[in-house]
Each structure stands twice: as C-alpha cells, then as structure tokens.
C-alpha cells in the first residue's frame, strides 16, 4: 500500500523544501539524500512511484529529524498579536448573512471540484471544448471531446457527482467536512476551547482517510500522543500548506465584526496542524468570514481581514500581491502575473491560493458568478479557494438561485450524522454569536 503524505521517503523531499523556504540551510541533509539513492524531487501526488528500501527510509526518518532540530519555535498568540495593527471598528450585524454564507462556501466549492488538480491551462480547453469558456455556470462532460478528456482527466472522486449533468445536493468535500466539524466544536466547548480539544473532536469523528497533507500528518501524531503544537511539525513538511485555511470559516460566522476574535479562534484551532504563514492563512479565512457578516462591500472585508495578518509576512505580500494583480489588466493578465510569482509552489500551499483568493475577492467585485469562477480558472486548488471566496462574496450579497438551486439545501459529508441541511446549519452558526 502506498500510503499519500505520510511515507518518510516522500516527507524528506517535501521538507527540503519548506525548510529552505523558512531559511534553513539544507545543503548538507541534500545531499546525505541523494547520495543514498533518494530522489529530492516532491512527489505531487503525496507519494512517489516506487516504494523505498527499509535503509532508504530509515535515512529518510532521521534526515527529518535533523531538520527538525533546526526549526523556529511555535509563535504564540500573544507574540502574533503584537505585531499587529489596532483592529478595526467594523459596523454592528445588521442582518443574518449565514445562510448565504454556508450556500455559496458549498456552490463555490462544488464548482471546483472536477477540475481539482487539473492545471490552468487544462481548465481552459476543457472550457473551450464545451463552449463554456469562460466560466460562468457548471462544468460537463456532455460533447467533450475524447482527446481533451484523455489529456486532462476529471477529478475522479468529484467527477460523478459535481458536473451539471449528476449534481444532486453538495457531494462529501473535506471543504465541507471541517465547517461543520468547527460548528460541532464550538457546540460542545464554546469559545474557550483548546488546541487539544480539536484534536480529540479529530479522533471522535473525523475518518482519518479524509485528511490530507499536513491534517494526515498531524493525525499521525496526535495518535502517536505527541503535544501540541508537536503534532504541526513532527515530520511534517506541510505546515505552510492550505489546511488550515479551508477550517476557519465558521470561526469568522460566529464572530460578525470581530476579526480580531475570529482570527484568534482560527489560531487554536490551526496550531494542532501548522505554523506560522499557514496558521495566518487560517486567521486570515476567518477574518474575512468575520468582515462579510457586516460589511457593505468585498473590498471593505479585505481591508479588515488583512489587519490579522503580521505584516511583512509571505502571506502579506501574497495578499497584497493578489489585490494589486486585481487593480489592473484584465483576468488573464492578472492569473498571468499571480503563476509568474507564485507558480513554483505547490498547488496546495497556502501562499499562491491565498493570493488567488484575493485576487478572485477583489476582481470579482462582491459578485458571485465571476468571484468564484475567477477563483477556479485560476487552477491550483479549485475547490478550496473558490469555496472561501463563495462563502464570502454568498454573506454579502447572498447566492443568485442558479448557483444555489442545485444544492438543493444539502450537503453530505462523511463526519457522523450523515447528510445535513444547509438551513439547518446556518441556524445553528447563529445560535453561537448569542451565546
């Protein structure tokens, strides 16, 4: 069985490379692994073509554990704290936007999911062979030609239920699965509740062949009893990725204009899983989740979300990167200019989709349609950025019933309980501001 993200010869590649990214000199550790024999390329998939020898992974295992010597400490909440601006004072909720929220965070997230892992350039001819290009309702397969659909092969767990011609409801998506497992948490805990305590709520409901990247390496070792915030960096080169950032929306609902709050919330519950730009991109979800509760305009959310984010921080500037591409040009220039910076990461990192977010946030003007169908053309990880952006632009300005109608209230998931009601969701993400 080969196991994606979790198998040591696979981490060792990946973690060449994070810990370059945060300054470590890993030149020595380098070649150590290719002198073996290992292949210091990552495997895009999570797992690499051939299984390793049980010296080539017991090298791997102890190369890791080099680079773990040499990491930063966990900054704590008060530490992120002081480097940032005064919050800002953002209008009192005026109306319950939770609805449109958790239907357009589902709408936008549906639409993404066929082309999950197809690149940018493949999200367009499929497009243009349907004549749908652009993108302004949902994918299909029908007349799509056997040479495009052979070159670029549909998301296979997404395909049979998130093209136009089979969409019944909201399919099972991890997008999905955590907002509700955040709604649960806050349910039993309260706003008190710690790192350990969303670890616990992992292990009582969450399958663990549902979590990827860094969640499945933080699963490993919450079940390996190591502590927090252990469990985001134990062999696990993933903690910059977008994890954290697809849990945090919820943490934003219950606090409508209070940023500051729902960041801090989103920071407990993605230290069990990441650090520093992918604890940020968590805070940052949950601010402009926060922000859309109150706020008359996207560009108003942005503004206030980015006051939770340290500034000078890569995921600043991948920020501020995506809101300037939007300033000027048309869409493709703008895609143009966020692959030419961001192109080389993985397609999961948080740094390029969080830049994507913004950039489909600022350029899609608070309308749904183009906002979440910018989000996806822009490749990398079509499902979860377009459902961060669909949740946001949906509180705003709510989710035009071409988009919502197909959901037909429904999502299901694979948390216990079974299929829930989107009204019925939103009903109880209320209940939690007043309580």
Same mark, same amino acid.
């Given at each position: 069985?080969?196991?994606?993200?979790?198998? %040591?010869?696979?981490?060792?590649?990946?973690?060449?490379?994070?810990?370059?990214?945060?300054?470590?000199?890993? !030149?020595?550790?380098?070649? /150590?692994?290719?002198?073996?024999?290992?292949?210091?390329?990552?495997?895009?998939?999570?797992?690499?073509?051939?299984?390793?020898?049980?010296?080539?992974?017991?090298?791997?295992? !102890?190369?890791?554990?080099?680079?773990?010597?040499?990491?930063?400490?966990?900054?704590?909440?008060?530490?992120?704290?002081?480097?940032?601006?005064?919050?800002?004072?953002?209008?009192?909720?005026?109306?319950?936007?939770?609805?449109?929220?958790?239907?357009? /965070?589902?709408?936008?997230?549906?639409?993404?999911? %066929?082309?999950?892992?197809?690149?940018?350039?493949?999200?367009?001819?499929?497009?243009?062979?349907?004549?749908?290009?652009?993108?302004?309702?949902?994918?299909?397969?029908?007349?799509?030609?056997?040479?495009?659909?052979?070159?670029?092969?549909?998301?296979?767990?997404?395909?049979?239920?998130?093209?136009?011609?089979?969409?019944?409801?909201?399919?099972?998506?991890?997008?999905?699965?955590?907002?509700?497992?955040?709604?649960?948490?806050?349910?039993?805990?309260?706003?008190?509740?710690?790192?350990?305590?969303?670890?616990?709520?992992?292990?009582?409901?969450?399958?663990?062949?549902?979590? @990827?990247?860094?969640?499945?390496?933080?699963?490993?070792?919450?079940?390996?009893?190591?502590?927090? %915030?252990?469990?985001?960096?134990?062999?696990?080169?993933?903690?910059?990725?977008?994890?954290?950032?697809?849990?945090?929306?919820? @943490?934003?609902?219950?606090? %409508?204009?209070?940023?500051?709050?729902?960041?801090?919330?989103?920071?407990?519950?993605?230290?069990?899983?990441?650090?520093?730009?992918?604890?940020?991109?968590?805070?940052?979800?949950?601010?402009?989740?926060?922000?859309?509760?109150?706020?008359?305009?996207?560009?108003?959310?942005?503004?206030?979300?980015?006051?939770?984010?340290?500034?000078?921080?890569?995921?600043?500037?991948?920020?501020? @990167?995506?809101?300037?591409?939007?300033?000027?040009?048309?869409?493709?220039?703008?895609?143009?200019?966020?692959?030419?910076?961001?192109?080389?990461?993985?397609?999961?990192?948080?740094?390029?989709?969080?830049?994507?977010?913004?950039?489909?946030?600022?350029?899609?003007?608070?309308?749904?349609?183009?906002?979440?169908?910018?989000?996806? !053309?822009?490749?990398?990880?079509?499902?979860?950025?377009?459902?961060?952006?669909?949740?946001?632009?949906?509180?705003?300005?709510?989710?035009?019933?071409?988009?919502?109608?197909?959901?037909?209230?429904?999502?299901? !998931?694979?948390?216990?309980?079974?299929?829930?009601?989107?009204?019925?969701?939103?009903?109880?993400?209320?209940?939690?501001?007043?309580?």
């Amino acid at each position: 069985m080969r196991l994606t993200w979790a198998q %040591p010869e696979d981490l060792i590649a990946h973690e060449l490379v994070q810990s370059a990214a945060e300054g470590t000199d890993v !030149t020595a550790v380098r070649a /150590r692994w290719t002198a073996a024999g290992g292949d210091p390329t990552p495997a895009v998939s999570g797992a690499g073509p051939r299984p390793a020898t049980p010296e080539l992974r017991a090298l791997a295992r !102890t190369l890791l554990d080099i680079l773990g010597l040499r990491r930063a400490p966990e900054e704590t909440w008060d530490t992120i704290v002081a480097s940032l601006p005064p919050a800002p004072q953002l209008p009192s909720e005026k109306d319950d936007r939770r609805l449109g929220a958790w239907t357009g /965070r589902a709408a936008g997230c549906l639409l993404g999911k %066929p082309v999950e892992k197809i690149p940018r350039e493949g999200i367009e001819e499929i497009l243009r062979a349907t004549g749908r290009w652009p993108l302004d309702r949902w994918f299909t397969a029908v007349g799509l030609p056997a040479d495009v659909a052979a070159r670029w092969p549909w998301n296979r767990r997404s395909a049979p239920t998130s093209l136009e011609e089979n969409i019944n409801g909201m399919p099972e998506d991890d997008d999905l699965n955590y907002p509700i497992l955040a709604l649960l948490l806050l349910e039993q805990h309260g706003r008190g509740f710690t790192t350990d305590d969303v670890a616990q709520l992992w292990l009582d409901h969450l399958p663990a062949g549902r979590v @990827f990247t860094a969640e499945r390496a933080a699963y490993r070792n919450v079940l390996e009893a190591r502590p927090v %915030p252990e469990t985001a960096t134990h062999h696990n080169p993933f903690r910059e990725w977008i994890g954290a950032l697809i849990r945090a929306d919820v @943490f934003g609902w219950v606090s %409508p204009g209070d940023v500051r709050e729902a960041a801090r919330l989103a920071y407990t519950d993605a230290r069990l899983s990441h650090t520093r730009n992918g604890v940020y991109g968590a805070m940052w979800a949950a601010a402009l989740c926060s922000a859309a509760m109150v706020c008359d305009t996207v560009h108003n959310v942005l503004d206030a979300a980015e006051t939770v984010i340290p500034p000078g921080s890569a995921l600043a500037r991948a920020i501020e @990167f995506g809101r300037a591409a939007a300033a000027d040009g048309d869409v493709r220039t703008g895609l143009d200019r966020l692959h030419a910076e961001y192109g080389h990461l993985h397609w999961v990192h948080v740094l390029n989709n969080a830049a994507v977010i913004a950039y489909a946030l600022a350029k899609g003007d608070g309308e749904f349609g183009p906002s979440v169908s910018i989000a996806v !053309t822009a490749g990398w990880d079509t499902d979860s950025a377009a459902a961060t952006v669909g949740g946001v632009v949906g509180a705003l300005h709510g989710v035009p019933d071409r988009w919502a109608a197909p959901l037909d209230g429904r999502i299901a !998931t694979s948390l216990p309980g079974g299929e829930q009601r989107i009204a019925e969701l939103a009903a109880r993400t209320k209940a939690l501001v007043t309580r």
